[in-house]
């Protein structure tokens, strides 16, 4: 077993001081006194960080913009797309988040159509794609602005907002008909269409949704979605929500939400109320959330950074933690990481000095117990 002799541990929900931890490839033990095994590292200890949401892989690092894989352009309605089908691990990108903590990203497709596609959680520090994935996350769906401005795409294209969601109702609503057809026996599952399996699974809850979306009004229709059709919709984005009652209304709803992403330029209209000081208003509502770095919108390496805008409204340091390591695990279903606690994956950095100190930086990053940076 390898120890750790930690000074601070923040532990994905609050703070220790003075502990060991011990580790093989998950967490053996959390303790005052030190355990027997050899003494691997001291200082500051955070577990992973989790992007919830990133085009990392698709998106690459010193590759022209027109190979980016992020979006498939055939048709606007189409979940048989996988990101991971189309991630190459060589972006150097993951070597940064790795050396920056960022060990798992959840990757999805881009929102120039409203189904996009699969969303899959992977390991950043992983050679291959086989390696890498770990599990599914969602399916992703886009609303507001970027699935009616794809018209040259090809396929059948929605014009405007409205379009979209005929385009979504439509094959919901065809989803919901097919259940009844098979709950009566007047169909067989071997009768029944590939995507529409998947928009049936949706319906039954199999999958979540990843939702794109900005506005306010964008956020109230999926909300009719969801009564309408019973989905079970995680809202990503929300940065032109600039009213708490609005996120205080998801939350009621039980809608969570993957904010961000933080300090990137508002390029477009639907982003004129954009602001960091929107912030406030998520933390106000309570709503249930958890940070992304949309990669390469910002840097993946720099997710941890834009919790200095919480830490502004008042949000405690262990929360922010929490914010990029247990919520997004709690948020999207990932049962083996995000806290230091017995039984967890052992994924976690040491840190020179507290983390939200500007001078701070892993000077040893542990993958499920394995040193996968040393500085």
């Known amino acids: 077993m390898k120890v750790v002799k930690v000074n601070t541990l923040y532990d994905g929900r609050k703070v220790l001081k003075n502990v060991y931890i011990g580790f093989d490839d998950r967490f053996v033990s959390v303790t005052r006194d030190k355990p027997e095994g050899e003494l691997v590292g001291e200082g500051v200890v955070t577990p992973a960080f989790i992007d919830a949401h990133s085009h990392i892989g698709m998106a690459r690092a010193g590759e022209p913009s027109a190979e980016d894989e992020a979006n498939e352009r055939m048709d606007s309605i189409y979940p048989l797309v996988n990101a991971l089908h189309s991630v190459y691990m060589d972006d150097v990108a993951f070597r940064e988040s790795v050396e920056n903590n960022v060990l798992y990203s959840t990757i999805l497709p881009g929102s120039g159509n409203p189904i ?91 999958y979540k949704l990843m939702v794109h979306l900005h506005k306010e009004d964008d956020a109230f229709v999926l909300l009719s979605l969801k009564r309408e059709f019973g989905i079970d919709p995680i809202l990503n984005h929300g940065l032109d929500i600039f009213h708490e009652e609005v996120f205080s209304r998801l939350k009621q709803n039980g809608i969570s939400l993957v904010y961000g992403p933080m300090d990137s330029h508002p390029y477009k209209v639907e982003l004129k109320h954009e602001s960091w000081r929107n912030a406030r208003f998520v933390l106000q509502s309570g709503i249930r959330f958890c940070m992304m770095s949309d990669h390469p919108v910002i840097l993946q390496r720099n997710i941890f950074l834009t919790m200095r805008h919480f830490l502004r409204f008042g949000l405690s340091k262990e929360d922010a933690i929490s914010k990029l390591t247990s919520e997004p695990a709690e948020i999207l279903g990932i049962s083996d990481l995000g806290t230091v606690q017995q039984g967890k994956i052992a994924s976690f950095s040491v840190w020179n000095n507290d983390p939200f100190s500007l001078d701070a930086h892993p000077v040893s990053v542990f993958a499920e117990g394995r040193e996968v940076y040393s500085e």
């Open 116 to 206: 996009g596609g699969k969303a899959v959680l992977v390991r950043n520090y992983a050679s291959n794609v086989e390696d890498a994935y770990l599990q599914d996350i969602g399916i992703k769906m886009a609303l507001g602005y970027n699935p009616r401005s794809t018209t040259e795409w090809s396929g059948k294209r929605p014009t405007t907002r409205m379009g979209a969601v005929a385009l979504l109702r439509e094959r919901f609503m065809k989803a919901r008909k097919l259940m009844s057809q098979l709950e009566a026996g007047k169909k067989l599952q071997d009768e029944i269409e590939p995507l529409d399996e998947i928009f049936i699974s949706i319906l039954k809850k199999q």
